[in-house]
T-cell receptor
Framework: DTGVSQDPRHKITKRGQNVTFRCDPI?????LYWYRQTLGQGPEFLTY????????KSRLLSDRFSAERPKGSFSTLEIQRTEQGDSAMYLC???????????FGPGTRLTVT | AQRVTQPEKLLSVFKGAPVELKCNYS??????LFWYVQYSRQRLQLLLR??SRESIKGFTADLNKGETSFHLKKPFAQEEDSAMYYC???????????FGAGTTVTVRA
């Protein structure tokens, strides 16, 4: 499967713990996006990378959130001191420089207890 | 501010009947508009975009700049069209997508 992959698919954590998610984009795609989706809502943009540069961050991305794409390939999203409000599906997508279409991964479902 | 509104959370139609999913947007400028679909247990995927002006799986969508709408239509719904549909927009040169809340379509036999 050469699509976007995300790991883990599910994560249950206790409030106050740190979590890290990984996204592997389609190999030739230089753009990578993170979105968050809560129940009954569409995905909301969090942040965007072009190669290794983080070019835009949403106001939704509080100081507890950090994203990296160190070598312009895979990306990680870390949430520190998780809160119950962080419970959501975290989606990763990638696209090429030539295309508008974003290809989505299966998502990581986070549950904070 | 850019916003996408999908007024219908749920839409139920009979097989063979027409289906129309409404999408309204607010954006100061000329956005790019998309419809994404998520079938059961599958990932979100692009259905169609307004710039390509093509019909995908029998669906079409017309951009009406006067009414700021981008409604999705299919003349004869099929059971395999049952899915969650999201309308989305991005600004020119702006790669992030802004999504509506989605419409769940159920096509009954």
């Amino acid at each position: 499967d050469t699509g976007v992959s995300q790991d883990p698919r599910h994560k249950i954590t206790k409030r106050g713990q740190n979590v890290t998610f990984r996204c592997d984009p389609i190999s030739e795609h230089n753009r990578l996006y993170w979105y968050r989706q809560t129940l009954g809502q569409g995905p909301e943009f969090l942040t965007y990378f072009q190669n290794e540069a983080q070019l835009e961050k949403s106001r939704l991305l509080s100081d507890r959130f950090s994203a990296e794409r160190p070598k312009g390939s895979f990306s990680t999203l870390e949430i520190q001191r998780t809160e119950q409000g962080d419970s959501a599906m975290y989606l990763c997508a990638s696209s090429s420089e030539e295309e508008l279409e974003q290809y989505f991964g299966p998502g990581t479902r986070l549950t904070v207890t | 501010a850019q916003r996408v509104t999908q007024p219908e959370k749920l839409l139920s139609v009979f097989k063979g009947a027409p289906v129309e999913l409404k999408c309204n947007y607010s954006y100061s400028g000329s956005p790019e508009l998309f419809w994404y679909v998520q079938y059961s247990r599958q990932r979100l995927q692009l259905l169609l975009r307004h710039i390509s002006r093509e019909s995908i799986k029998g669906f079409t969508a017309d951009l009406n700049k006067g009414e700021t709408s981008f409604h999705l239509k299919k003349p004869f719904a099929q059971e395999e069209d049952s899915a969650m549909y999201y309308c989305a927009l991005s600004g020119p040169g702006d790669y992030k997508l802004s999504f509506g809340a989605g419409t769940t379509v159920t096509v009954r036999a």
